[in-house]
């Protein structure tokens, strides 16, 4: 059977320069972000580069803070970089079932 898009698809969280700061602050995590955006979009970028030389697709997930800690409490979930994985793949999923 041949691989589906899907299955080469990894979902890539992305944080708008506005967005950052707030964001940064409400990481349970924070110690292992780099607190200057600028650090973290060359570190994100690293990271997308990576992907594509293995040949996978990326959907990069905008996460906004309002959106993100109301699903974060309506799961009673700190906010981590796992949790931040699993939000992006619930968005990607639910874009995907609506095209």
Same mark, same amino acid.
């Given at each position: 059977?041949?691989? #589906?898009? &899907? &299955?080469?698809? !990894? %979902? ?10 707030? =964001?940064?602050?409400? +990481? $349970?995590? @924070? ?14 970028? !690293? !990271?997308?580069?990576?992907?594509? +030389?293995?040949? @996978?697709? =990326? ?10 800690? +109301?699903?974060?409490?309506?799961? @009673?979930?700190?906010? #981590? %970089? ?11 999923? @639910?874009? $995907?079932? +609506?095209?």
């Amino acid at each position: 059977m041949k691989p #589906t898009v &899907e &299955e080469y698809t !990894v %979902a890539m969280p992305w944080y708008e320069p506005e967005d950052f700061p707030r =964001l940064w602050e409400l +990481a $349970h995590d @924070r110690s292992e972000m780099p607190p200057c955006y600028e650090d973290w979009r060359r570190n994100a970028e !690293v !990271v997308m580069n990576a992907w594509l +030389a293995r040949g @996978r697709a =990326l959907q990069i997930v905008t996460i906004r803070p309002g959106p993100f800690v +109301a699903w974060l409490e309506a799961r @009673r979930l700190p906010n #981590t %970089a796992e949790n931040r994985r699993r939000y992006v793949e619930d968005l990607a999923i @639910r874009d $995907h079932d +609506a095209a």
